[in-house]
């Protein structure tokens, strides 16, 4: 135990909380990018039997097997492999994909923005939307009041919430895209073929997030600050949006994060429902066909997306919210 | 209680009753559907290709010719077997990855931790690719990644829960008897935190069975000729626009398990949550609430030009057990510049009574008054902007506990200038100005400097300070501070009381001072109103309080209260009996069972507050006393003789 009368020296981290916050998180991305490129790197060499044999088929001629051997730099030693992988990848260089013959690099760029596109319009309805919905919810049922609507946004949310995203797509695509014909049912240019993608990868988490932002919002509308803001007699605009949604921010933050690094996962299935020309289609293409260099590069890169938006919205969190535990972790 | 238990609690919920039997309809189809339809579902028929709904094939049928129904019921079986697969392998992992740290060293559990957190970082998406790659598209592949995609969430769930395990008695007792650390994880801790853990596997299989039905849709799941829900809908998606029953099966199918699972999982949780709740206290007869809630005509006093009168005020709360009220009819007033303490036991009233005068009762609470005037305006009855201006400038709340009452994400700044840029019209610098203003009235240091705080910077006597300047930025005629220095330490309540004492002075305006605390109230009120049990009890001047009350529950107070000369080393006078439940009053005085001069009239006929012969003394008993209080130290030395 450390006697009272020597004062323990303040550490790094308690001079500089933020920073050693910081320091940390980067740090610990670093290490989850790296076991991340392992794996990607160390998929191919796990492969039981021989990868490019399975890949050609049984009669690909011997020299064609060794032609792609050399392709993928098979034939060299694994350190020299990865070296190459590795340098391969600050240079653009991804191989070539085995199904369409085209370097990998220029098969993602292709596909990439609309993937992007499609998963951040989702995104910003889903936020909008959920926190609009939640928190006129708690308002509205605030104190057990409206005990009826209270259970049917329970019911509803909790319905919509559990009905797959591809279930729902094809549920719109029938009902919206066949029925009425008002929408697209498949990517064409422009604006009306997002509305049925959007709807399928945003209805779900919108019935989710608005459960427990509805939660959250409650616990907030109940706090003593508010009823201080009561006192004051502000109108309701003042009251809730800046007295209540600001201590909504951490919660909603956190909520977007893990939001985000799920809609990688719906956007892929969502993507195969509506056949998007996505990153989606194509990864599920790669993986189907045994298109090894195509599905290395789409899960390294969709991984590190999903770490990069963990860090960003950590980081946010941390400096956001003094108050924030977060940075103990 | 027992599982039993549980699942009959779970039953009593519409949604738990038709979940189980979702759950329990597709746990038979899984057996018998192979059996009846299997048939059906395999053989092909050349004659009735890729055909729509009709009588014979409700869903259609598939590309040679197999009936669609029969299909959709019978890969029951293997969407489940799969889902539940899934599960095991995930909670086969999740588990003892869990569990080991609270039985291994600190090292080994940090680690343990470490790699959890490093296995939530990665979503189950790319895991199924992964082992997609490596072991080749198929069900295999789908449930070991579903598996140790959903393993970090039962080792986080694990861990969280033996850890609570293993931080009680009984683990260290364990430990200190010398058990091995097997024995403890298998005999003390798994029993304890099985429950939970079964709750969490009824919903992971309904999780399990979405995403498994998603790897099939996508070609990385159940490969052909297996099938499952998520495989038949891939096969019907590009026939939607010809044969859309085809696809209606599998998304049923799907849509239903999904909801059985997660809906009884839920419904499980809820009843476990739900059964430590305290059972309501037994409802009391009905005469006597009656009784208790009849209005007591009390005498209003006369006051001059009165700053609050308050005539009648009732405060009622619905419950499952009929309305109890917390407030029964009070009658007061405060005068300008008068000073008033209203002074009570928890459940008195009394902070009900300043939340009612505010309009902050919360929901479901109903306030009823015969008059509420505040500066010569009515306040009773419908809200209005005209209303809310004058509660908003002239009434100032202050609250209890100073550590929940600001608000923790706004600056001081906003939290002061708002009240003046909303009611005062003042622009924002202007009100920035006023806000420093208030702050230096109110000796804060470094005004300007504050502004840009957050409260969470502050000591807690600071904050009670922004607390009372958010009041000051208005013109306050009264000051409403519900226990404002109970929280502080007693230097600090010592500050405070001086500064409101002092801001008074000041400002001129009345004060209304909440508190638990007879002596609180003594040291700054010129005048004290007694609550007990929903009523006032007594209206006396400060001054006179020391010569003598005249009802003999402040006379009790007034006995309890230690000075200094008080012998700290024997127990504090406390007044004999309960405090009253407001849901269960008797007919006549509330004070009564505890009061030693009760008689049966007291029992039968509640008091009303009557004015004294001298002007401004009210008192509500049958057997008021007279003289100076025998105080807690004299007591204690009669005794020791």
């Given at each position: 135990?450390?006697?009272?009368?020597?004062?323990?020296?303040?550490?790094?981290?308690?001079?500089?909380?933020?920073?050693?916050?910081?320091?940390?998180?980067?740090?610990?991305?670093?290490?989850?990018?790296?076991?991340?490129?392992?794996?990607?790197?160390?998929?191919?060499?796990?492969?039981?039997?021989?990868?490019?044999?399975?890949?050609?088929?049984?009669?690909?001629?011997?020299?064609?097997?060794?032609?792609?051997?050399?392709?993928?730099?098979?034939?060299?030693?694994?350190?020299?492999?990865?070296?190459?992988?590795?340098?391969?990848?600050?240079?653009?260089?991804?191989?070539?994909?085995?199904?369409?013959?085209?370097?990998?690099?220029?098969?993602?760029?292709?596909?990439?923005?609309?993937?992007?596109?499609?998963?951040?319009?989702?995104?910003?309805?889903?936020?909008?939307?959920?926190?609009?919905?939640?928190?006129?919810?708690?308002?509205?049922?605030?104190?057990?009041?409206?005990?009826?609507?209270?259970?049917?946004?329970?019911?509803?949310?909790?319905?919509?919430?559990?009905?797959?995203?591809?279930?729902?797509?094809?549920?719109?695509?029938?009902?919206?895209?066949?029925?009425?014909?008002?929408?697209?049912?498949?990517?064409?240019?422009?604006?009306?073929?997002?509305?049925?993608?959007?709807?399928?990868?945003?209805?779900?988490?919108?019935?989710?997030?608005?459960?427990?932002?509805?939660?959250?919002?409650?616990?907030?509308?109940?706090?003593?600050?508010?009823?201080?803001?009561?006192?004051?007699?502000?109108?309701?605009?003042?009251?809730?949006?800046?007295?209540?949604?600001?201590?909504?921010?951490?919660?909603?933050?956190?909520?977007?994060?893990?939001?985000?690094?799920?809609?990688?996962?719906?956007?892929?299935?969502?993507?195969?429902?509506?056949?998007?020309?996505?990153?989606?289609?194509?990864?599920?293409?790669?993986?189907?066909?045994?298109?090894?260099?195509?599905?290395?590069?789409?899960?390294?890169?969709?991984?590190?997306?999903?770490?990069?938006?963990?860090?960003?919205?950590?980081?946010?969190?941390?400096?956001?919210?003094?108050?924030?535990?977060?940075?103990?972790? | 209680?027992?599982?039993?238990?549980?699942?009959?609690?779970?039953?009593?919920?519409?949604?738990?009753?038709?979940?189980?039997?979702?759950?329990?309809?597709?746990?038979?189809?899984?057996?018998?559907?192979?059996?009846?339809?299997?048939?059906?579902?395999?053989?092909?028929?050349?004659?009735?290709?890729?055909?729509?709904?009709?009588?014979?094939?409700?869903?259609?049928?598939?590309?040679?010719?197999?009936?669609?129904?029969?299909?959709?019921?019978?890969?029951?079986?293997?969407?489940?077997?799969?889902?539940?697969?899934?599960?095991?392998?995930?909670?086969?992992?999740?588990?003892?990855?869990?569990?080991?740290?609270?039985?291994?060293?600190?090292?080994?559990?940090?680690?343990?931790?470490?790699?959890?957190?490093?296995?939530?970082?990665?979503?189950?998406?790319?895991?199924?690719?992964?082992?997609?790659?490596?072991?080749?598209?198929?069900?295999?592949?789908?449930?070991?990644?579903?598996?140790?995609?959903?393993?970090?969430?039962?080792?986080?769930?694990?861990?969280?829960?033996?850890?609570?395990?293993?931080?009680?008695?009984?683990?260290?007792?364990?430990?200190?008897?010398?058990?091995?650390?097997?024995?403890?994880?298998?005999?003390?801790?798994?029993?304890?935190?099985?429950?939970?853990?079964?709750?969490?596997?009824?919903?992971?299989?309904?999780?399990?069975?979405?995403?498994?039905?998603?790897?099939?849709?996508?070609?990385?799941?159940?490969?052909?000729?297996?099938?499952?829900?998520?495989?038949?809908?891939?096969?019907?998606?590009?026939?939607?626009?010809?044969?859309?029953?085809?696809?209606?099966?599998?998304?049923?199918?799907?849509?239903?398990?999904?909801?059985?699972?997660?809906?009884?999982?839920?419904?499980?949780?809820?009843?476990?949550?739900?059964?430590?709740?305290?059972?309501?206290?037994?409802?009391?007869?009905?005469?006597?609430?009656?009784?208790a809630t009849l209005p007591v005509a009390d005498d209003v006093p006369a006051?001059?030009?009165?700053?609050?009168?308050?005539?009648?005020?009732?405060?009622t709360f619905p419950t499952a057990d009929g309305a109890i009220t917390p407030?029964?009819?009070?009658?007061?007033?405060?005068?300008?510049?008068?000073?008033?303490?209203?002074?009570?036991?928890?459940?008195?009233?009394?902070?009900?009574?300043?939340?009612?005068?505010?309009?902050?009762?919360?929901?479901?609470?109903?306030?009823?008054?015969?008059?509420?005037?505040?500066?010569?305006?009515?306040?009773?009855?419908?809200?209005?902007?005209?209303?809310?201006?004058?509660?908003?400038?002239?009434?100032?709340?202050?609250?209890?506990?100073?550590?929940t009452s600001l608000n923790p994400a706004l600056r001081i700044g906003v939290?002061?200038?708002?009240?003046?840029?909303?009611?005062?019209?003042?622009?924002?610098?202007?009100?920035?100005?006023?806000?420093?203003?208030?702050?230096?009235?109110?000796?804060?240091?470094?005004?300007?400097?504050?502004?840009?705080?957050?409260?969470?910077?502050?000591?807690?006597?600071?904050?009670?300070?922004?607390?009372?300047?958010?009041?000051?930025?208005?013109?306050?005629?009264?000051?409403?501070?519900?226990?404002?220095?109970?929280?502080?330490?007693?230097?600090?309540?010592?500050?405070?009381?001086?500064?409101?004492?002092?801001?008074?002075?000041?400002?001129?305006?009345?004060?209304?001072?909440?508190?638990?605390?007879?002596?609180?109230?003594?040291?700054?009120?010129?005048?004290?109103?007694?609550?007990?049990?929903?009523?006032?009890?007594?209206?006396?001047?400060?001054?006179?309080?020391?010569?003598?009350?005249?009802?003999?529950?402040?006379?009790?107070?007034?006995?309890?209260?230690?000075?200094?000369?008080?012998?700290?080393?024997?127990?504090?006078?406390?007044?004999?009996?309960?405090?009253?439940?407001?849901?269960?009053?008797?007919?006549?005085?509330?004070?009564?069972?505890?009061?030693?001069?009760?008689?049966?009239?007291?029992?039968?006929?509640?008091?009303?507050?009557?004015?004294?012969?001298?002007?401004?003394?009210?008192?509500?008993?049958?057997?008021?006393?007279?003289?100076?209080?025998?105080?807690?130290?004299?007591?204690?030395?009669?005794?020791?003789?």
């Amino acid at each position: 135990m450390v006697s009272l009368a020597t004062p323990v020296p303040a550490g790094f981290t308690d001079r500089h909380p933020t920073a050693a916050f910081l320091i940390r998180r980067t740090a610990r991305m670093i290490l989850l990018l790296l076991v991340l490129l392992v794996l990607s790197f160390a998929m191919i060499h796990l492969v039981p039997g021989d990868p490019v044999r399975a890949e050609l088929g049984p009669r690909a001629p011997a020299s064609a097997v060794e032609q792609r051997q050399a392709e993928l730099g098979l034939d060299q030693p694994l350190h020299e492999q990865f070296a190459d992988y590795v340098s391969g990848l600050f240079t653009g260089d991804l191989g070539i994909s085995s199904t369409s013959k085209l370097p990998v690099s220029e098969v993602i760029a292709e596909r990439l923005p609309d993937s992007a596109r499609l998963a951040g319009i989702a995104f910003v309805v889903i936020m909008l939307l959920s926190l609009t919905i939640g928190m006129g919810a708690a308002v509205l049922t605030k104190d057990g009041r409206h005990s009826g609507s209270e259970l049917a946004f329970t019911t509803t949310t909790g319905f919509f919430a559990t009905i797959p995203e591809f279930v729902l797509g094809v549920a719109l695509v029938y009902f919206l895209g066949v029925q009425l014909q008002a929408f697209p049912v498949a990517y064409e240019p422009g604006v009306a073929a997002y509305v049925l993608p959007v709807a399928a990868l945003s209805i779900g988490p919108i019935a989710a997030l608005s459960r427990i932002v509805r939660v959250e919002t409650l616990e907030v509308l109940n706090a003593d600050y508010m009823r201080t803001a009561r006192s004051k007699r502000l109108p309701a605009r003042l009251t809730y949006l800046r007295h209540a949604l600001p201590n909504l921010l951490t919660s909603t933050l956190t909520l977007g994060g893990l939001l985000l690094a799920g809609l990688v996962g719906g956007t892929v299935l969502v993507e195969n429902v509506f056949a998007w020309p996505g990153l989606g289609t194509t990864v599920v293409e790669s993986v189907v066909a045994q298109d090894y260099a195509l599905a290395q590069a789409v899960m390294l890169l969709l991984g590190a997306t999903v770490l990069v938006i963990n860090l960003v919205v950590d980081l946010i969190l941390g400096l956001v919210d003094p108050r924030s535990t977060i940075k103990e972790l | 209680m027992s599982q039993r238990g549980l699942a009959r609690a779970a039953l009593r919920t519409p949604t738990g009753v038709l979940a189980l039997a979702g759950v329990v309809l597709l746990t038979v189809l899984a057996v018998v559907a192979p059996m009846i339809w299997g048939d059906a579902a395999r053989t092909p028929d050349v004659e009735h290709l890729l055909e729509g709904g009709s009588a014979e094939h409700p869903l259609g049928t598939d590309n040679i010719g197999r009936d669609l129904l029969a299909r959709t019921l019978v890969a029951t079986r293997l969407s489940l077997v799969l889902a539940v697969l899934t599960v095991l392998v995930g909670a086969g992992i999740g588990v003892p990855l869990g569990a080991l740290p609270t039985v291994l060293g600190r090292r080994s559990a940090r680690a343990a931790a470490a790699v959890t957190d490093l296995a939530l970082a990665y979503p189950a998406l790319l895991l199924a690719i992964f082992l997609g790659v490596i072991l080749g598209a198929g069900p295999e592949a789908a449930v070991l990644a579903l598996g140790i995609a959903s393993a970090p969430a039962f080792a986080r769930l694990t861990q969280t829960l033996a850890a609570s395990v293993a931080g009680s008695d009984y683990i260290a007792a364990a430990h200190v008897l010398g058990l091995s650390r097997r024995r403890i994880l298998f005999r003390h801790v798994l029993p304890n935190i099985a429950e939970p853990i079964i709750l969490n596997v009824t919903v992971a299989i309904g999780y399990a069975l979405l995403a498994m039905s998603g790897l099939s849709f996508l070609g990385l799941g159940v490969q052909a000729p297996s099938y499952d829900w998520g495989r038949l809908l891939t096969e019907s998606l590009d026939r939607i626009y010809v044969a859309p029953e085809a696809a209606l099966g599998p998304c049923i199918a799907i849509v239903v398990a999904g909801l059985a699972f997660n809906g009884l999982g839920e419904s499980l949780a809820k009843a476990a949550s739900t059964r430590t709740s305290y059972a309501r206290p037994p409802a009391a007869p009905a005469g006597s609430r009656l009784a208790a809630t009849l209005p007591v005509a009390d005498d209003v006093p006369a006051a001059d030009e009165p700053v609050l009168v308050v005539e009648g005020l009732t405060v009622t709360f619905p419950t499952a057990d009929g309305a109890i009220t917390p407030v029964r009819g009070i009658s007061f007033t405060v005068g300008d510049g008068e000073r008033v303490g209203i002074v009570g036991e928890s459940g008195s009233g009394k902070s009900l009574t300043a939340l009612s005068l505010a309009r902050l009762v919360p929901h479901p609470g109903t306030v009823s008054a015969d008059r509420v005037e505040f500066l010569g305006r009515e306040l009773s009855g419908v809200r209005s902007t005209d209303r809310d201006r004058v509660l908003g400038t002239s009434m100032a709340m202050v609250f209890q506990d100073t550590t929940t009452s600001l608000n923790p994400a706004l600056r001081i700044g906003v939290q002061l200038s708002e009240v003046a840029e909303v009611h005062g019209e003042l622009r924002r610098s202007d009100a920035r100005r006023r806000a420093v203003e208030r702050l230096r009235a109110v000796r804060l240091s470094g005004p300007e400097r504050r502004l840009k705080q957050f409260p969470h910077e502050l000591s807690g006597g600071m904050r009670q300070r922004v607390m009372i300047a958010v009041g000051l930025m208005g013109e306050p005629r009264l000051i409403i501070a519900d226990e404002p220095t109970s929280a502080l330490d007693v230097t600090v309540q010592q500050q405070i009381l001086r500064l409101l004492k002092e801001i008074g002075d000041e400002t001129g305006a009345s004060c209304l001072l909440i508190t638990h605390d007879i002596a609180v109230a003594t040291e700054l009120c010129d005048r004290i109103l007694v609550m007990y049990a929903g009523r006032i009890v007594e209206d006396i001047d400060a001054a006179r309080l020391w010569k003598g009350p005249a009802h003999p529950y402040t006379r009790a107070l007034l006995a309890a209260v230690p000075d200094l000369e008080t012998d700290r080393s024997v127990e504090l006078a406390s007044i004999p009996g309960r405090p009253p439940d407001v849901a269960d009053l008797p007919a006549g005085c509330a004070f009564a069972p505890r009061c030693a001069f009760a008689t049966e009239q007291c029992r039968q006929e509640a008091p009303p507050l009557r004015i004294d012969e001298t002007d401004s003394h009210r008192v509500a008993c049958w057997h008021p006393q007279e003289g100076s209080v025998v105080t807690h130290q004299a007591r204690v030395e009669t005794e020791a003789r």
